[in-house]
Nanobody
Framework: QVQLVESGGGLVQAGGSLRVSCAAS????????MGWFRQAPGKEREFVGC????????YYADFVKGRFTISRDNAKNTVYLQMNSLKPEDTAVYYC????????????????WGQGTQVTVSS
C-alpha cells in the first residue's frame, strides 16, 4: 500500500496563489494515477483533477480549468496542485488520492487517500 501526506495549505487572499503537495511513501508514485479532490464544510467531496502515470496528460473539473495545474515528479514521489487566481469558494480541505487502475472523477475510482490540507481563501 501507499501512504499519502498533503502539505502546503494555508490562508491566502482572493486572487492569490498557493501550491499544495502530496508526498507518497511505501510505494513508487509512478504506479498510480493521482487525483486531487476538495471538500468544503457541508459539501460533498468533489473532483478537482487528475494526472496520468507518466504526467503527460491531465484532466480538470470545469470550475478549476485555467486556474489550477496538476503536475508530478515521480523521482521525488510527489504530486503538486498549483492554484492561481484563488476565490473564496475555493476554500476547502484538499485531498490527494491514488488509483491503482485508470483513475477517474469519482471518489470510488481511488484506492488510497491522504489526510487533507486546509486551504482558506479570504475575500
Amino acid at each position: 500500500q501507499v501512504q499519502l501526506v498533503e502539505s502546503g495549505g494555508g490562508l491566502v487572499q482572493a486572487g492569490g496563489s498557493l501550491r499544495v503537495s502530496c508526498a507518497a511513501s511505501g510505494r513508487t508514485l509512478s504506479s498510480y494515477v493521482m487525483g486531487w479532490f476538495r471538500q468544503a464544510p457541508g459539501k460533498e467531496r468533489e473532483f478537482v483533477g487528475c494526472i496520468i502515470r507518466s504526467g503527460d496528460v491531465t484532466y480538470y473539473a470545469d470550475f478549476v480549468k485555467g486556474r489550477f495545474t496538476i503536475s508530478r515528479d515521480n523521482a521525488k514521489n510527489t504530486v503538486y496542485l498549483q492554484m492561481n487566481s484563488l476565490k473564496p469558494e475555493d476554500t476547502a480541505v484538499y485531498y490527494c488520492a491514488a488509483s491503482t487502475l485508470h483513475g477517474g472523477s469519482l471518489v470510488r475510482d481511488y484506492d488510497y487517500w491522504g489526510q487533507g490540507t486546509q486551504v482558506t481563501v479570504s475575500s
